[in-house]
């Protein structure tokens, strides 16, 4: 299984955000927002942190997909 963000991406741009502006309020490191860009896995602690920052669900930021080869 993989991670998907596109949701989150849609979400920022319903509430005006910017990727930096997530950055900033939640104190993720660039090379976090840039693995999520990629797709790539991040702790459950980041996540979290926005679904606090952005006062939404889990499953209104991330999807599980299959794996791509």
Same mark, same amino acid.
């Given at each position: 299984?993989?991670?998907?963000?596109?949701?989150?991406?849609?979400? *920022?741009?319903?509430?005006?955000?910017?990727?930096?502006? $997530?950055?900033?309020?939640? &104190?993720?490191?660039?090379?976090?927002?840039? +693995?999520?860009?990629?797709?790539?896995?991040?702790? *459950?602690?980041?996540?979290?942190?926005?679904?606090?920052? $952005?006062?939404?669900?889990? &499953?209104?930021?991330?999807?599980?997909?299959? +794996?791509?080869?």
């Amino acid at each position: 299984m993989a991670a998907n963000y596109n949701k989150l991406w849609k979400l *920022l741009i319903d509430k005006g955000m910017t990727k930096t502006d $997530l950055r900033m309020k939640t &104190g993720m490191s660039t090379s976090t927002l840039a +693995k999520m860009s990629k797709n790539e896995n991040v702790s *459950l602690d980041v996540i979290l942190s926005i679904c606090k920052v $952005l006062e939404c669900n889990i &499953g209104d930021v991330v999807d599980a997909t299959e +794996k791509e080869d």
